[in-house]
């Protein structure tokens, strides 16, 4: 049948933002140096959003301007000012895969009314888009598209993995599912359900927007994407082996 | 499609308010023969060769692809067209984005692991997919199902039409244009669901239908809300059909398009309503009655010129006799077990499970080595809201099956799309993939 | 029932090789040389009359070492409302005539009882992949395909020019 060893089965690279090489906090806007220490600035946010207690605005005492990929730096108010800005404004992609994305439309209908936080606006491109909601299971049919959708996203962009499907793949333990979306996308917040209900989407969005606020991206450890090459170089290696004799094309 | 050459037969319906020209009141069940109105088999030909545009042969075709990520493709539906100016002359659809493998996890699963995997073939009207693999479970191993049983699975599966087709008009609508129309649907939608988490305590993935039975009985209180729920659905019906059923918009974008007959149907297996809106009175729930659809009352809903339009008719019709139906069943509610007591094959009720050692071990027996089925091979067809499902399995005798095989109606739904909309304009492409209801999950399996 | 029984038997004779009849399903076995034959006399016959191809699959019996696969139409007809099990056994690698004239429905099916069983189909007019990616590897629905792991197809996050 020509069925060759799996790629697959290695092949996934989980996103592992503290698994790359060592940086300074300029790489990571989200921590921050207190005490001598660097450490996360989650908890102790103060009403405003903007500035979180014990951190300055001042770019050298938060280790230099933000470095965003690409090479772009900004200080680090103006990006505080900007992450507040956006985080009232967010725009998810219009996109569903599966049963989620009928709890994504319910929380857009009537009684969950998303458009009362600023997040009416789903849409359809992605060009236009802030963030995505990975609504549903993602098959290897549709990996590549929903990579590219990712891509196609402007900076700064965010990312919800929304019901077990899209977290760890769920019970779909089979031949044509991804396990898990962040083996292919960084992932900000995830949503546990199946299918989550739309208030815990909602609370979902509620947590995506401090992380929003904070200018805090699952990316950030990352220049690029490395599943991408990764994959690539499996898939080269395995282009290399002898063509299976179960594959026609017509 | 300014020149509708058919608007005769429903000229009317644009201008009166509340009576469309079919011979009987928009607010009746309209299963009555339709008279002289009923158009025969070769006019409905004649009409789709005369809304249909002509191809050139030898065109130069233009392809584009829509999907996977479109908004009106209703999930990861792709189709290539290829088009001559703005007349679809052919179209490939591409499926699969969504597969799972449901039926080879189903191989490896026991009969009652089954159950919740099927929530997710149909995720919008879940109940309706427990419900055939369980009928077709039933049916392999000679169950009978107790009468108070099968009355909840029927209201169960009309509560889940009532959400499915509340869901498509909203989805349906809006993809010709409206934002409102979809929050309106999604309103009355909410009741229903309400009403499941009533029921089962899950809003979409229900898994509420066991073998032999359901998973619970009516919780107390339900047979009100229901009641009050299903009176009142009628008015909103109404309040659909006085935004869209006389809107001019709706009409001409509806009206005329995508005629399929009847012919085309059974070729392409096209079942459900768009079957139904083609005069033929096919529906599983007559033909082959199960659970308790032989003792209630209702009708089919039959329209006759086979377009977008009808399709949307006959739908609203079918919420109609949905709320019939389930208001019979909580009349004639029967009382008794809501599950069959075969211990060999049925799971025992968790409330007694800590209490009975007998029903503590049909619970372990159940849970570990699942219902002992008989060899054989057994096919069983539902009517689902989208159209005819039918669960094939073949069993080698043991706790799990050999084969399972979904014949969801969405699988031909979305296969049939390149013949209906061929002559058609891309604008109507829409219009008529919504009117044929496609769930991916459904699809893809 | 029997009706429709004695109109094939008639017609095919020793032809059908096994009739049966489990919990109402009425199923007759064919010879795959005979499995165009038989569906076209099913669906133009006037006392059969099957107008619609429910559905049609594949299936495998790695125990029936003869003949490890199997094709199962389901048939029905509209004007008597009756059903009909059609099932013919194959061997690795045998094809047998595609029923895409008889039933343009069978197209999805008949592309996917390729793609899952490696049944083959003669006459098909697009016999691709349909649920799994183009460079899928082997068919997933085999009793000795593994059920958990993704083995055969691998996750590509490129398109590589194919859309």
Redesign the interface.
Known sequence: ????E????D??YRYDPEGGRPRGAADRPHLMVRDGLLQPALEERTASGICLPGESLDDDEMGGPVQFPGGIAMPVQIERVLGFGRSFSFWPL??????C???M??L????FDMSRFGMEAMR?SPRQADGMIVA??C???????V???YEQIPDPKWVLAMGSCAISGN?????????GID??IPVDVYVPG??P?PEALWQGLEMLRERVKQSRHAYDGLRR?P??DV??A??AA?EACAP?A????? | MSADPHTDTHGAAVDTHGHDSHGHDAHGNGCAPAGPKRPTTEELIARKAATRQEIEPGADLMTISIGPQHPSTHGVYRIVLDLDGEIIVDGRPEVGNLHRGIEKLCENRTYHQIVPLTDRLDYIASFAMNHGFCEAAEKLMGLEVPDRGRYIRTIAHELARLSNHILWLGIHVMDLGTQTFFCICFRDREYILDLWEMLCGARLTHSFARIGGVAKDLPDGFEYRCRKVMEFLPKRVAEYERIVKNNRIYYKRAKGVGVFTAEDCYAWRVTGPPLRSAGIARDLRKDEPYAAYGEVDFDVAVEYNADVYDRFLVRMKEIRESCKIILQCLDQMPDGDFISKDAGHVLPRKSEVMRQSGAMIQDFNQVFRGPQAPKGEVYRAIEVPKGEMGVYIRSEGGGKPARVRFTTPSFYHGQALPALAKGEMIADMVAIFASIDVVLGDCDR | MSALMDAITAAFGARILETGDFRGDLTISVAPEAWLEVLTFCRDNEATKFDMLDCLLGDHLPERAAAPFALVAQLVSHTYGHRLRVKTALTEGQAVPSVTSLWPSANFDEREAWEMYGIGFTGHPNLIRLLTTEDFEGFPMRKDFPLEGTVGGRVRTDLRGKI
């Open positions: 049948m020509g069925m060759r799996t790629i697959l089965g092949g996934f219009l996109f569903g895969l599966a049963c994305a009928i709890e439309m319910a857009g209908g009537s009684r359809a549903g299971w098959s290897i049919k549709m990996a590549p598209r990579v590219r959708l019970v779909w333990d089979t031949y044509n599912i991804v396990q083996s292919l199946c299918p209900r994407i599943a991408r994959l690539a499996q898939t395995a299976a179960g594959e026609v094309k017509a």
